[in-house]
Every structure is written in structure tokens, then in C-alpha cells.
């Protein structure tokens, strides 16, 4: 496993954009699964982008096209660019590295984002 740390949230207005970044503490190259999650209060985490190999992409149904994970193995990292916020993103921003399928994910702190309306 590796160790995954988040950073970039914070508070931002309505309608205003934020960048997460995630590093990990080993390659993530080859990992089967690199992801951003969301967690509020009394809800079930859920996913907000997420690769699945190399390069197979998904997002959460509400995203609608406002977020773009991308990632950078040369830095060992991956990060969450969050355009056009609403509260009801407002949410712990968690990262995760899943090196292979057959193996348990690495799960970052989280990063706060508070979108003020």
C-alpha cells in the first residue's frame, strides 16, 4: 500500500473553482484504481471521478461535466479540478490508491471544501 495525502480545499463562493491534489508516496503508475470520493456528515461516501487502469475514466452522475480528474505519475499524483461549485458540493474530499484489485485501497484525511452560496 501507499500512503496518499490530500490538499487544496478550502472555502470558495458559489459559481468559483478549486484544484485537489493528492500525492502518493509510492508509484502509482500501474495502480488499478486512483479516485476521488466525497463524504458529508450522515451519508455514505460517494464517488466523484475515479481511473480504473491506465486510463479508463468515470465520474459521479453529478458532476455534469464540471469536474476533470487528471493525474501526473511522473509526481506520483492525481488531482480534482472542481469548476463551477454549488453548495451541495460542500464535502470532505478523500483520495484513493488502489495498487491492485486484489488488494485493499489507501484512503488519504480528506480536505475540506465549503462552498458558500
Known amino acids: 500500500q501507499v500512503q496518499v495525502v490530500e490538499s487544496g480545499g478550502g472555502l470558495v463562493q458559489a459559481g468559483g473553482s478549486l484544484r485537489l491534489s493528492c500525492a502518493a508516496s509510492g508509484s502509482i503508475s500501474s495502480a488499478a484504481v486512483l479516485g476521488w470520493f466525497r463524504q458529508t456528515p450522515g451519508k455514505d461516501r460517494e464517488k466523484v471521478a475515479r481511473f480504473t487502469g491506465a486510463s479508463h475514466v468515470d465520474y459521479g452522475d453529478f458532476v455534469k461535466g464540471r469536474f476533470t480528474i487528471s493525474r501526473d505519475n511522473a509526481k506520483n499524483s492525481i488531482y480534482l479540478q472542481m469548476n463551477n461549485l454549488t453548495s451541495d458540493d460542500t464535502a470532505a474530499y478523500y483520495c484513493?490508491?488502489?495498487?491492485?484489485?486484489?488488494?485493499?485501497?489507501?484512503w488519504g484525511q480528506g480536505t475540506q471544501v465549503t462552498v458558500s452560496s
Open positions: 484513493t490508491v488502489r495498487l491492485k484489485w486484489s488488494a485493499p485501497g489507501s
